[in-house]
Nanobody, 116 residues
Framework: QVQLVESGGGLVQPGGSLRLSCTASLSAFRINAMGWYRQAPGKQRELVANIYNSGSTNYADSVKGRFTISRDNAKNTVYLQMNSLKPEDTAVYYC??????????WGQGSQVTVSS
């Protein structure tokens, strides 16, 4: 069973920064992509950003220029650096992993609250 361990959520003021981390219990060569989704109250879960083995990345339009996803294959860890945070970024953020055989796994979720 693949486990994803998240850390780094919390409360931050508008304009502030947070960094989320997610470490997978799976060798990097078995991972196709890792990323982050978020779900705000009353809304559907949406993609925030993901990064493939090739290094290519995708971002939601709402976070482009503010969030940066990166990956450390030696540590099987993906990071999401979130800058210039806005109240509308408030959500539970979930780490996501897709394997090379198309299996998908989710982290436990990390609350991010942006409020003054």
């Amino acid at each position: 069973q693949v486990q994803l361990v998240e850390s780094g959520g919390g409360l931050v003021q508008p304009g502030g920064s947070l960094r989320l981390s997610c470490t997978a219990s799976l060798s990097a060569f078995r991972i196709n992509a890792m990323g982050w989704y978020r779900q705000a109250p009353g809304k559907q879960r949406e993609l925030v950003a993901n990064i493939y083995n090739s290094g290519s990345t995708n971002y939601a339009d709402s976070v482009k220029g503010r969030f940066t996803i990166s990956r450390d294959n030696a540590k099987n860890t993906v990071y999401l650096q979130m800058n210039s945070l806005k109240p509308e970024d408030t959500a539970v953020y979930y780490c996501n992993l897709r394997t090379v055989v198309a299996s998908q796994y989710w982290g436990q979720g990390s609350q991010v609250t942006v409020s003054s």
